[in-house]
């Protein structure tokens, strides 16, 4: 998974990383943060901003760029076990190797009509590659217990891949931003903008941090 982030981030120039290529044996020669996440495992430390602007459909017919569609939104986290900021690090233990994201996404998908199915590309938050994982679990990508095998067919590719995902490198070779590049590079993919272009796409999931209250934007080609 960094591999393949580092490789869209290859042509990205807004990329902190993007000149550093990344191979799996540096990956695997790197140092171990907390086994099993590696050092290029884990996101970047990054100074940066970006913006959004959200505003109707009507006023959005007027602007120089095609607009792109909030299809649905939704945030949450496991029933039963609030908001605090800590709230995973007593859950119960059917959850704990989970992103806690599914019963919030099955919201998401009810709200839109949509299913894992209906995504042409995502952006997933990655401050580690194991919420990733998890997340493409508790999204319904996959099965339970079968992101690994998802991740390794070369699923979240740009070129091949089922589920093109961080097609600008995400907070692991982007830069990290706290997700709201995420929403930014979700907007440029619908657009045909993304320096990592999946043709066609039509439907983009964008996700924020796993493990903590989570929240997603399911984004539409307008």
């Known amino acids: 998974m960094a591999v393949t982030f580092r490789e ?6 807004r990329a902190v990383m993007g000149a550093r290529p990344l ?11 907390a086994d099993p996440h590696r050092l290029f495992d884990c996101c970047l430390e990054s100074d940066g901003a970006c913006a959004v602007v959200v505003t109707t ?7 120089a760029k095609p607009a792109v569609e909030i299809l649905a939104s939704e945030q949450g986290t496991p029933k039963g076990y609030g908001f605090g900021p800590f709230t995973n690090a007593n859950i ?18 009810r709200k839109s009509g949509l299913g894992p199915s209906d995504v042409d590309v995502a952006q997933l938050y990655d401050h580690f590659t194991g919420c990733v994982l998890m ?8 099965e339970r217990g079968e992101g690994g095998p998802f991740i390794e067919s070369g699923a979240l590719a740009w070129q091949g891949g089922s589920l093109p995902t ?3 490198g995400g907070s692991l070779s982007e830069a990290y931003i706290h997700g709201l590049n995420h ?24 996700t924020s941090a796993a493990c903590v ?10």
Not at 23 to 33: F, K, V, Y
């Open 183 to 206: 929403v930014v590079e979700g907007v440029r993919s619908l657009r045909g903008e993304s320096t990592s272009p999946v043709e066609g796409a039509e439907v983009c999931l964008v």
């Open 8 to 13: 869209h981030a290859s042509r990205n120039p």
């Open 23 to 33: 191979t799996l044996e540096d990956h695997q020669a790197s140092p171990m943060i």
């Open 92 to 109: 119960a233990d059917e959850l704990y190797a989970t992103g806690g994201c599914e019963e919030m996404a099955g919201r998401l998908w």
């Open 213 to 222: 209250p989570s929240s997603a934007v399911l984004l539409g080609k307008a």
């Open 166 to 168: 961080n097609t600008h």
């Open 135 to 142: 997340q493409i679990e508790d999204y319904g990508f996959c």
């Open 57 to 63: 459909r009507e006023r959005a017919r007027d602007l």
